[in-house]
């Protein structure tokens, strides 16, 4: 039986090897669709993280607030984010917000941290720099309007801690004992700091009514210790996973609340579900087209071998073995042509990912043997009803003196 | 027994008779020729006797089993058991070797052995052509890989198409010394030829016209006598 076996490969390597120009044309027709569909199915997995670093533009998918109302601490939002695969995070950002006074004017400064502020918000537009150090300040575009303010100017920002709130209150109110307190040696005053403006923010948003400092810059300013209002986490998932990491957040936290931002995260499940939907379309028209192709090769292969294949029968070669001599030279075939297939799909989907995405892909090994055994399928299933109709030929043909 | 009885063999296509009730019989080790004009039915006959087709009325004995009411099935079986197959066209695999065609008749009856390959090829005297593709030996050189493709599962008869039509005059000579060497070792010869030299080398030669065995000729000591049987048509 091994010599069987030996023989059985030695014959099908000779027919594909010797017989270069016919398998090259039957070997480039499994190419073909295997690349397309190797590639087309990298690009179909792929497209998930893909569109969700580009929809990561448009600004953080989730919220962390504190579950019972107070404020957070950076411990309590690491905590949070240890629910998250640290592949996932794309970025994270506190903020704490402060009514200040900019020429006795209230207006809210949101402390934050400066360096990690355009990963979850990519879509800021800075006339002049994001601020990198103490003393800098960054100006909402509309504040920066109606205090005239300009990049490069310095700006004076003063914050009422509370107990000169309450006085003040108290002086209003016509309060004898409070104005004789004022009056003494130990009178507090606003705190202020006087920043250099090193740009205006513009995002046609809320944003643009805000001014934007450090947190250390906001804590010596209102001279109280930090604490995070709230922290914008911008994390690479949509739809079903990203309600799994919000649900795996919200169980395993003390104190974090996370919140997809539905306005983000609707769409971005709507709009990938389509494109998914697509690729998916015309992976199986590409695969459709392929094994008509490859059907159409195998049928015209089996027609120009139909000598032989009287032949082999007539030296008693039963039908059985004619199937299996000609399915096992195809899969063969189908199998190295998969192999290659895999390869230049790879090629193909980086081709796409850096031209449309504008980011490298990952090979995933699992596309390797799919995409060799889809192959081996496909051109099975292609040449089945040629080899099949192969073996309806009268042996005597072959015998005739043509 | 004989190794080969065809009693009463008719093939008919519709209104067409290619072949009428012919009876003929083939002992063991004799070496037939079959000799007709185009359309006698010689084709036909070569086809049943080799297992290929099956005649619409009649028996076909081989070693004493009727072989006429067999399926495909059992037909292929018994080729590739008791039959050694030359063509007058050949019909070597292109992509296999010398020696690759010969182990591919091997392989559909038994198992494939290459140094009893190459032994076979040897006696042909293509020992030294072996690992040669068809594309680069001569029409002689293919027709002696047929003949070792053909011998190599000692078949009960070696049946031959026009083994020389072919061929020029000096591999002609070699294919019948093969024959005469086969003969010789005992192996039954049916060979179908129109060529009346090649037909005068065999002990007898039968006649076919119009479907029907017409006439018989024995050559009895192989020395060039020629022996005329005269058959007739009521006969």
């Known amino acids: 039986m091994q010599k069987k076996r030996k023989w059985f490969f030695r014959m099908a390597f000779a027919s594909l090897l010797r017989r270069k120009s016919r398998m090259l044309i039957a070997l480039l027709a499994i190419v073909v669709g295997a690349t397309i569909l190797s590639g087309l199915v990298t690009v179909y997995i792929d497209v998930p993280r893909q569109m969700g670093a580009e929809f990561r533009n448009y600004g953080a998918n989730v919220i962390f607030t504190s579950k019972d109302g107070t404020a957070l601490t950076i411990e309590e939002i690491n905590d949070g984010l240890s629910n998250v695969n640290s592949s996932q995070i794309v970025g994270m950002t506190p903020y704490r917000y402060e009514t200040v006074r900019i020429n006795q004017t209230p207006v809210t400064a949101a402390g934050t941290d400066m360096s990690s502020v355009l990963k979850t918000s990519p879509y800021w537009s800075v006339d002049g720099e994001i601020p990198d150090k103490d003393g800098e300040i960054l100006i909402g575009a509309t504040v920066a309007q109606n205090y005239n303010l300009q990049v490069e100017k310095s700006i004076s920002v003063t914050f009422t801690p509370e107990e000169v709130a309450e006085e003040a209150v108290a002086f209003d109110n016509g309060d004898e004992a409070a104005e004789g307190e004022t009056s003494t040696s130990d009178v507090v005053l606003d705190n202020y700091i006087d920043f250099k403006i090193t740009g205006i923010l513009n995002t046609g948003g809320a944003e643009e009514n805000y001014i934007y400092m450090s947190l250390e810059d906001l804590e010596e300013l209102t001279q109280i210790p930090t604490t995070i209002s709230l922290a914008e986490v911008s994390i690479s998932a949509s739809g079903s996973d990203l309600t799994a990491v919000v649900g795996s957040i919200n169980q395993n936290s003390e104190n974090v609340s996370a919140k997809v931002v539905k306005r983000v995260t609707a769409s971005e499940t709507t709009v990938l579900g389509k494109l998914q939907a697509l690729i998916l379309l015309v992976t199986i028209i590409v695969l459709a087209l392929t094994m008509i192709t490859v059907a159409t090769t195998m049928t015209a292969s089996v027609t120009e071998r139909r000598r032989e294949i009287g032949l082999k029968k007539a030296l008693g070669a039963l039908d059985g073995e004619i199937i299996k001599e000609f399915m096992g030279e195809q899969v063969l075939l189908g199998g190295f042509g998969g192999l290659i297939g895999t390869i230049l799909g790879f090629l193909f989907a980086q081709l796409i990912s850096v031209n449309v995405f504008s980011s490298s892909i990952v090979f995933r090994p699992v596309l390797l043997p799919l995409t060799i055994v889809i192959s081996m399928a496909v051109t099975a299933v292609a040449c089945l009803i040629p080899i099949r109709n192969a073996t309806e030929i009268e042996p005597a043909l072959v015998l005739k003196g043509e | ?235």
């Open chain 2, 1 to 235: 027994m004989s190794l080969l009885e065809i009693n009463n063999v008719s093939k008919i296509y519709g209104e067409l008779h290619a072949l009428d009730k012919v009876s003929l019989k083939v002992e063991k080790g004799e070496w037939v020729a079959i000799m007709g004009p185009s359309g006698s039915g010689k084709s036909t006959l070569m086809n049943i006797i080799g297992c290929m087709d099956r005649p619409s009325e009649g028996e076909v004995l081989m070693d004493g089993i009727d072989i006429a009411k067999m399926n495909q099935k059992e037909l292929t079986l018994i080729r590739r058991d008791k039959i050694g197959l030359v063509f007058q066209q050949f019909h070597l695999v292109n992509y296999l070797t010398a020696v690759e065609n010969v182990m591919l008749s091997q392989y559909y009856h038994s198992i494939p052995d290459e140094k009893e390959a190459l032994e076979a090829l040897d006696r042909v005297g293509l020992a030294g052509r072996a690992r040669h593709l068809p594309s680069q030996l001569s029409g002689g050189e293919q027709q002696r890989v047929c003949v070792a493709r053909a011998l190599i599962n000692y078949p009960e008869i070696i049946l031959a198409d026009e083994p020389t039509g072919n061929l020029d005059e000096a591999n002609e000579k070699i294919i019948m010394d093969l024959f005469h060497n086969l003969h010789n070792e005992g192996t039954t010869l049916i060979v179908v030829t129109h060529d009346p030299e090649v037909a005068q080398t065999a002990q007898r030669t039968l006649f076919l016209r119009d479907g029907k065995l017409v006439r018989e000729t024995v050559n009895e000591n192989f020395t060039g006598e020629i022996k005329y049987e005269d058959w007739t048509e009521n006969k």
